[in-house]
């Protein structure tokens, strides 16, 4: 999994539906895989009823695919062509949050501090993961709770992080 330009995203952004290359219903909303080229450019949480895309081209087609073996099975492992995106900084989260094993949680001062960071910076490298599920952003939680979600607290977003730490055994 390369992550590295310089590049920030944030996934609780809603794109244009063109932008996306499938669009698959989850339990908890929907999921848009956005392709350039050969790579995955990003992975975003869509509220429910978002229009289902069937996949364009075979990247997106296998991406669906391992998403969709995700919502049944949560130890699937993803193999899934990344794009790179982010600072050096983001990166090394990134890396520490896909390092999270299934089923964990970690908080946002626990992965700052092993960053030698602030729980706040941790928490915007989060918001602004480009590729959700395939790096699991919603194992970092806050000290006493749930925390955010892409860079929100309350909505389909918060519900989505909720489905998939419970779908994990988390909570």
Not at 15 to 39: R, Y
Not at 71 to 92: C, M, Q, V, Y
Request: net charge neutral; hydrophobic share 45%; aromatic share 8%.
């Amino acid at each position: 999994m390369a992550l590295s330009s310089n590049r920030p995203l944030a996934f609780g952004r809603q794109p244009t539906i063109p932008d996306f290359s499938a669009v698959m219903p989850t339990p908890f909303g929907a999921i848009g895989v956005a392709i350039d080229a050969e790579l995955i450019q990003r992975i975003d949480f869509l509220p429910a009823g978002s229009a289902a895309i069937s996949p364009t081209n075979r990247l997106a087609e296998m991406a669906i695919d391992q998403l969709s073996a995700y919502l049944s099975d949560p130890d699937f492992p993803f193999i899934l062509p990344l794009a790179s995106h982010g600072t050096p900084f983001r990166r090394r989260i990134w890396a520490a949050i896909a390092a999270i094993p299934r089923g964990s949680t970690r908080s946002y001062g626990e992965l700052a501090r092993d960053a030698q960071s602030a729980a706040r910076a941790v928490g915007q490298a989060c918001g602004d993961n480009p590729f959700p599920v395939v790096i699991p952003c919603h194992r970092v939680v806050a000290a006493a709770g749930l925390g955010g979600f892409a860079h929100e607290n309350k909505g389909h977003l918060i519900d989505t992080k909720y489905w998939l730490l419970r779908h994990e055994g988390a909570i």
